[in-house]
């Protein structure tokens, strides 16, 4: 088993900036790949960044030069910094991990989700 603890939502002015973290916990031999999703209100759930176990990174065209995804694999932990938010960034953010919890068996997490709101 496998839970995955988010942080740092809130909320912000446009143009402010927020950073996201989501730490991997429980048994398992190794994360793979790791990323935030969002849903807003009536939309379907979408990728925003992703992060390979040899920090390959990909971004939603939307968020890129905006949003930097990084990692820390010491930790088992994903960091989303977000500048220069947008009210049509607000959502709720979800962290994916993919972890390999018995050889050759990856299964996928998702944390609780943490509520962005960019508002004046």
């Known amino acids: 088993q496998v839970q995955l603890v988010e942080s740092g939502g809130g909320l912000v002015q446009p143009g402010g900036s927020l950073r996201l973290s989501c730490a991997a916990s429980?048994?398992?031999?190794?994360?793979?790949?790791m990323g935030w999703y969002r849903q807003a209100p009536g939309e379907q759930r979408e990728l925003v960044a992703r992060?390979?176990?040899?920090?390959?990174?990909n971004y939603t065209d939307s968020v890129k030069g905006r949003f930097t995804l990084s990692r820390d694999n010491t930790k088992n932990t994903v960091y989303l910094q977000m500048n220069s938010l947008k009210p049509e960034d607000t959502a709720v953010y979800y962290c994916?991990?993919?972890?390999?919890?018995?050889?050759?068996?990856?299964?996928?997490?998702w944390g609780q989700g943490t509520q962005v709101t960019v508002s004046s």
């Open positions: 429980g048994r398992f031999f190794r994360i793979n790949t």
């Open positions: 994916r991990a993919s972890a390999l919890i018995r050889p050759g068996s990856f299964y996928v997490y």
């Open positions: 992060v390979t176990s040899g920090s390959s990174t």
